[in-house]
Every structure is written in structure tokens, then in C-alpha cells.
């Protein structure tokens, strides 16, 4: 099946630093990605919808001045934190559709922020 | 009411049981639908499409009710290794952006 990467798998910081996460899609081409962030016992939820050469859509909720996303080409897709505070960690996780509407996932990033 | 439910359990069977878990959609325009099952601290991986004629991969059956707005998931002859949290997800119109259930999660004993 298809592949999706992330990178950094695991990021410890301090509060008031800002984190980038990078989600791949490395043998197929994805013009849409989404970021996600699941706490401890809990579903997923969907943070954002990362469209390849435009804005990002955001859920209702989520600040898009404090999570910027870009997706600058058709395999790769960005995640900054800006300026994280503790109640921001969580494992966030990003996908990507192939061609046939699957839902690839990679493998999280796991944030603390002390 | 939640675009797509799920009984969250847990769901405790022993070993060699069969278990079926359901999944209801309340958008009655969506198309595409998957099980993914998600181990601890792990991302989700797709465990199977569910086709319209319903699906068999091994010990797993996935069924599609569009009358009845559900997908189900049966688990025969359980392992302890199928011990996960089984997501039900749904794509609706052209989107393709997933709407997921809470998960249902099964524990398999001894």
C-alpha cells in the first residue's frame, strides 16, 4: 500500500517555541492532505485540510494563526505550531488520499511541550 | 447527531470468538467507506474497504446497509494480536474528506 512519512516522530520543546512537522507522501502524489490530533483516549479530530498550492481549510475551532500549514508540492505538506504551550501537546497525525479515495496515514508525531 | 457513531465499548471476547461491530452514517449521500484499526499510541492503518457487495479478507467480513445507513465489520475465530480500536470512516460527496467514529475497542483474552 501507499506510504506516508512524518518527521519528526517524537519533538520535545519549551513552551513559546514554535514546531514543524513534515508529512510525505513518498510513492504517490497527494493533492490533498489532512492533519489531525488525537489526545490519550480519545478519536481522532480533524484539525485541518491541506490543499496542494492553496490555503488550507481549518475546522471549526482550530486556530489557523497558530497551526500554519502549507503545501507547498504535490508530496509534501507542513504543520508549524507556533508559539506551543503545553495544553498543544498530543500526537498529531497527517494522511493523504491516493487516487482511489484511501486514506493513508503516517506514523504521528508525538509533541511535548514543557 | 454525530455524523458517524460508533459503540465505543470495550468490546472483551476470548479467543476464538466471533464479534461484529456496527457503524451508522447519518449522511445518506456517502460513498466510500473503510474500516482502519488503530493500536495504542499507533497511527491507524486500513484494515479494509467495504464495497457496496460486501467484502471478505480472511477472518474479516465488511457489509454495507445503504437502506439502513450502516457498515459492519465481523471478526471471526478472534486473536489476541486483533486486540486494537477498530474506526469506522466514511467519505461523503467529492471532498473526500473523512469523517471518522469515536472507534470501537475490542479486547481479546485468553
Known amino acids: 500500500g501507499a506510504v506516508v512519512s512524518q518527521h519528526p516522530s517524537w519533538v520535545i520543546c519549551k513552551s513559546g517555541t514554535s514546531v514543524k512537522i513534515e508529512c510525505r507522501s513518498l510513492?504517490?502524489?497527494?493533492?490533498?492532505m489532512f492533519w489531525y490530533r488525537q489526545f490519550p483516549k480519545q478519536s481522532l479530530m480533524l484539525m485541518a485540510t491541506?490543499?496542494?498550492?492553496?490555503?488550507?481549510?481549518?475546522e471549526q475551532g482550530v486556530e489557523k494563526d497558530k497551526f500554519l500549514i502549507n503545501h507547498a508540492s504535490l508530496t509534501l505538506s507542513t504543520l508549524t505550531v507556533t508559539s506551543a504551550h503545553p495544553e498543544d501537546s498530543s500526537f498529531y497525525i497527517c494522511?493523504?488520499?491516493?487516487?482511489?479515495?484511501?486514506?493513508?496515514f503516517g506514523p504521528g508525531t508525538r509533541l511535548l511541550v514543557l | 447527531r454525530k455524523e458517524v457513531e460508533q459503540d465505543p465499548g470495550p468490546f472483551n471476547v476470548p479467543e476464538g470468538a466471533t464479534v461484529a461491530f456496527n457503524c451508522t452514517y447519518s449522511?445518506?449521500?456517502?460513498?466510500?467507506f473503510f474500516w482502519y484499526r488503530q493500536d495504542c499510541r499507533k497511527e491507524p492503518k486500513l484494515l479494509m474497504s467495504?464495497?457496496?457487495s460486501g467484502n471478505e479478507d480472511g477472518r474479516f467480513t465488511a457489509q454495507l446497509n445503504r437502506a439502513s445507513q450502516y457498515i459492519s465489520l465481523l471478526i471471526r475465530d478472534s486473536k489476541l494480536s486483533d486486540s486494537a480500536t477498530y474506526l469506522c470512516?466514511?467519505?461523503?460527496?467529492?471532498?473526500?474528506?473523512?469523517?471518522f467514529g469515536r472507534g470501537t475497542s475490542l479486547i481479546v483474552h485468553p
Open positions: 449522511n445518506s449521500a456517502s460513498q466510500s
Open positions: 494522511s493523504a488520499n491516493d487516487s482511489w479515495e484511501t486514506q493513508y
Open positions: 467495504v464495497y457496496s
Open positions: 470512516v466514511v467519505l461523503s460527496g467529492g471532498s473526500y474528506i473523512p469523517t
Open positions: 491541506s490543499n496542494e498550492g492553496s490555503k488550507a481549510t481549518y
Open positions: 510513492d504517490f502524489q497527494a493533492t490533498t
